[in-house]
C-alpha cells in the first residue's frame, strides 16, 4: 500500500510511519500539497481543515491513503492561555478518520506574539536561538524539555486518524 502524507517535513512523514508501524505493509512518501488554510491556523476548526485538505490532495495524487497534519493554535473556552493543538486526517477517498494530538499551553510570552500575527515556528525559532525548530524536536519538543518531541506528538495524532482503517468499530 502506498501511502502519500501531505507535507514536505519530515518529522510529519516519521510520524506517520511511527504510527503506521507494521500495518499494510506501507511505503510512506512525502507529497508536496497545499493546507488551504492560514500558514498559522487559528483555532480548532482552521487547524481540521487543514489536515483534511491535505489528506485529500494527498490522496488525489495518486495514493491508497492519504495523511494529512496540521499544527495550529487555539483558544479552549473557560481556559485561560493559548495552546499548541495538532491534528491528523486520514483517507481513502471514501471515508475520513480524524485524529488529535498533545496540546500544549504556550509561554504567554510566545501567545501574545502569535496572537499579534507571528507564526509559531518562527517565534520558537526567536525565543530557543535556534532554526527550524519546526522540523526538529518542534513546540512541544521545547516546551517539554523532550518528554514529547513533535513526531511523537504527531504520530499520536495520526495513531487517532486511522481508528477507521485499522478496527471495525466505526
Not at 483555532?43 to 495514493?63: D, L, Q, S
Amino acid at each position: 500500500m502506498r501511502v502519500g502524507v501531505g507535507s514536505r517535513n519530515p518529522v510529519k512523514v516519521a510520524a506517520t510511519e511511527a504510527a503506521l508501524g507494521d500495518r499494510f505493509d506501507a511505503t510512506v512518501e512525502s507529497v508536496a500539497v497545499e493546507s488551504g488554510v492560514a500558514e498559522q491556523p487559528f483555532g480548532e476548526r482552521e487547524t481540521v481543515a487543514g489536515a483534511e485538505n491535505r489528506a485529500r490532495r494527498a490522496f488525489e495524487a495518486g495514493y491508497d491513503l492519504g495523511v494529512g497534519l496540521e499544527g495550529g493554535v487555539a483558544e479552549v473556552p473557560g481556559i485561560e492561555g493559548l495552546y499548541l493543538v495538532m491534528w491528523a486526517a486520514v483517507t481513502d477517498g471514501d471515508r475520513v478518520g480524524r485524529g488529535g494530538g498533545v496540546r500544549l499551553r504556550l509561554p504567554d510570552a510566545v501567545a501574545e506574539r502569535v496572537r499579534a500575527g507571528e507564526e509559531l515556528g518562527p517565534v520558537m525559532d526567536d525565543v530557543l536561538g535556534e532554526s527550524n525548530v519546526a522540523r526538529n524536536q518542534g513546540a512541544a519538543g521545547a516546551l517539554t524539555d523532550g518528554i514529547v518531541d513533535r513526531e511523537e506528538a504527531l504520530a499520536g495524532a495520526v495513531a487517532g486518524a486511522l481508528g477507521p482503517f485499522v478496527t471495525d468499530h466505526y
